[in-house]
């Protein structure tokens, strides 16, 4: 199973601004993380150029953007640059016309050929002069973002689902957060004042990043059909579950979850249980979750946050890379490992139009299902009458197989 590169980030700096290293290190980081590792193989990597190629006080490596490189892979689908702007870096393109082109060749791909260039500042130099003027341009990342891996991460990544989405969409894709809440917060009395300042620190927190927000009370218009206005936010936003001790029980954040997993979003749980919860629910459950701690909720709103970041960009690679792996014959290839919530509608309609189909063939991100959870899901395959060829794949046991399904 061979995929072309999807996404290629270049961190670009100049050797003396040693910050550019760590910037680097902790993109490479990320992007290696359990977030990104169920895609299919190089789906993304992250590529240094620091060191001079011509002579050791010049400009680096060219990034084999606008033309392949000898002896690698051709550009990816997409690729993202970012600029670590430092005082030599500043100094460098003043003074040495090489330098000088390098970085005017580099802020002159922002836009040509699927490429966004993202630039952060060293503090506490401003960027003057010429590096000023080719910079200008430029959508720069937070200035937290050079002394915060998590910033950085959530402001890249949410930059480049932006990107994407708008252009394959033509118009700005800003990831949109749908927070899926209740307003009675816990079992026992005394936490249920807790819930609205909870619900009013997640926004407040949304506020303060480039992320946009749908808060129910405060989103719907006065007369607005508000149940199919939920409905059509729950399918077309990032769905946050703010999960206190009585939001499994009800009936709209049930609905609303519900949606959203039939949409394939992405999705997040943010649990902040005091007495915890009277039962569960399995609408609730399979997807990534974080913990927070109601008496002091920051840290885990800002981890959750991050999280539904990278479950949008997953979101966007996944279905960039979905073009090549359909070409293998898979009928279904969703974000989310399969489920009985989603699995069933999926079979219903997929029964319909191929009533001849003798196969059910799933691809989806790693990690796989457990056993236990796969024989579940076989067993409804089972009762829409496939009974003989149904598989469920990963990237990861799809290449073990040597890229074969089940025949």
């Known amino acids: 199973m061979v995929i072309p590169p999807i996404l290629d980030v270049f961190v670009v700096w100049h050797p003396d ?32 150029r620091s060191t001079g190629w011509g002579t050791e006080e010049g400009p680096p490596r060219p990034l084999g953007i606008e033309s392949r490189l000898a002896g690698v892979l051709p550009a990816a689908q997409f690729n993202v ?3 670590v702007l430092g005082a030599n870096l500043m100094r460098a393109v003043e003074d040495d016309p090489e330098w000088h082109s390098y970085m005017a060749n580099l802020v002159e791909l922002d836009g040509n050929n699927d490429t966004g260039v993202y630039p952060v500042r060293i503090p506490p130099a401003n960027v003057t002069g010429k590096l000023a003027q080719l910079v200008s341009p430029l959508q ?3 200035e937290e973002s050079i002394d915060d891996a998590a910033v950085l991460a959530r402001e890249l990544c949410q930059a480049i689902t932006q990107r994407v989405s708008t252009a394959a969409n033509g118009e700005p894709g800003r990831v949109r957060v749908f927070i899926s809440h209740t307003k009675h917060f816990s079992l026992e009395e005394p936490g249920a ?23 129910d009370a405060q989103d719907l218009q006065a007369g607005s059909l508000w149940e199919i206005e939920l409905d059509r936010n729950a399918a077309a936003c990032a769905l946050l579950m703010v999960r206190t001790d009585k939001y499994s ?75 090549y792996l359909k070409e293998n014959g898979f009928d ?25 189909d003798p196969h059910v063939w799933i691809i989806h991100p790693d990690p796989p299902l457990g056993p236990r959870e796969r024989d579940v899901v076989v067993e409804l395959c089972a009762l829409a009458g496939f009974t003989d060829n149904v598989d469920v794949l ?7 197989r040597g890229g074969r399904v089940a025949l």
């Open 81 to 83: 640059i970012v600029p």
């Open 332 to 356: 279904w290839l969703p974000v989310h490992a399969p489920e009985p919530v989603t699995l069933a509608p999926w079979l219903a309609e997929h029964k319909q139009a191929e009533p001849e």
């Open 193 to 215: 004042e807790r819930g609205p300042a909870l619900f009013e620190e997640v926004r407040k927190q949304i506020e303060n990043t480039r992320l946009a927000s749908f808060f």
């Open 249 to 323: 029980g009800r009936e709209w954040t049930q609905r609303e979850v519900l949606v959203a997993k039939r949409a394939g979003v992405p999705i997040v749980g943010m649990y902040a249980f005091t007495a915890g919860e009277e039962r569960g629910s399995f609408l609730m459950d399979h997807v990534p979750s974080v913990p927070c701690d109601a008496e002091n909720p920051l840290p885990g709103i800002q981890t959750a946050l991050n999280r539904l970041v990278d479950e949008a960009l997953k979101r966007t690679l996944w279905e960039a890379q979905s073009v």
């Open 17 to 48: 601004d040693v910050k550019g290293e760590e910037v680097c290190t902790w993109l490479e980081q990320h992007f290696h993380s359990p977030a990104f590792a169920g895609l299919a193989g190089g789906a993304v990597e992250v590529y240094a």
């Open 394 to 400: 990963t990237p990861r046991t799809f290449a073990a």
């Open 140 to 142: 720069a990342l937070a």
